[in-house]
């Protein structure tokens, strides 16, 4: 089964940008990238996905290294409600875990005022 | 609002007592997913079905048993559950397993409490 790897937390000021790293180094060929968040006392909600190309949307930029072994979740302005904890996941294409989503620690963000 | 409606949001039962968690979704979405989250710990997969087929027992215990009686719908049965079962207990529906480039919507969970 493909695996994350992220840092615990990180920390950023409001209105800077964040960056959330995953390593991700036994990402098979056809593994989507997805990132949810979860805020607090909610269940977690899709923030984006992707699968080789650079990603955007309204709430964030998925940047994919080339050779698809990291990626990198881009908040442009933080805000104080994007203080959730943030999960890197590979939506496998095959065995045992084909199509499930199985979340890993994640990266506690914190943001300051 | 997701989509993704879960009842009760709270609920506390004793050991000996039997209940249901209910989870709906009208996305119409063919595979839909039970998770438990402890207390600072990460999701714990614990049942998938795909077109309302079970595709996935994440070694529960047989005191929680799930039901999918269409796609629309997924229920999970609780019988003489442990205190160590506390727990959110998350619904997320998605397109299929095989739609792995769709996204997976999540309810807003039951807060249960074991007494």
Redesign the interface.
């Given at each position: 089964d493909a695996k994350t790897t992220q840092p615990n937390s990180m920390e950023s000021n409001e209105e800077e940008p964040v960056h959330l790293p995953c390593n991700h180094s036994t990402i098979s060929g056809?593994?989507?990238i997805?990132w949810?968040r979860q805020l607090p006392s909610?269940?977690?909600?899709?923030v984006i996905?992707g699968?080789t190309s650079n990603v955007n949307n309204r709430m964030a930029s998925l940047a994919i290294a080339e050779d698809r072994k990291s990626s990198t979740l881009i908040l442009h302005r933080a805000t104080l409600r994007d203080a959730a904890v943030y999960?890197c996941i590979l939506?496998?294409?095959g065995g045992t875990s084909?199509?499930?989503?199985?979340?890993?620690?994640?990266t506690i963000l914190t943001v300051h005022p | 609002e997701t989509g993704v409606t879960q009842t009760p949001r709270h609920l506390v039962m004793g050991m000996t007592n039997k209940k249901s968690l209910k989870c709906e979704q009208h996305l119409g979405h063919n595979a839909m997913y039970w998770y438990k989250q402890s207390a600072k710990k990460p999701l714990e997969l614990m049942f998938v079905y795909n077109f309302k087929e079970q595709t996935e027992n994440n070694s529960v215990p047989s005191r929680f048993s799930p039901e999918c009686p269409n796609s629309s719908h997924l229920f999970l049965h609780l019988h003489t559950l442990q205190p160590e079962d506390s727990a959110l207990y998350l619904c997320a529906s998605s397109q299929d397993l095989g739609q792995m480039n769709t996204e997976a919507f999540f309810g807003q969970g039951t807060r249960l409490t074991v007494v």
């Open positions: 056809t593994d989507y997805h949810y909610q269940g977690p909600e899709y996905h699968l999960y939506r496998d294409s084909y199509g499930k989503l199985t979340f890993g620690q994640g | -």
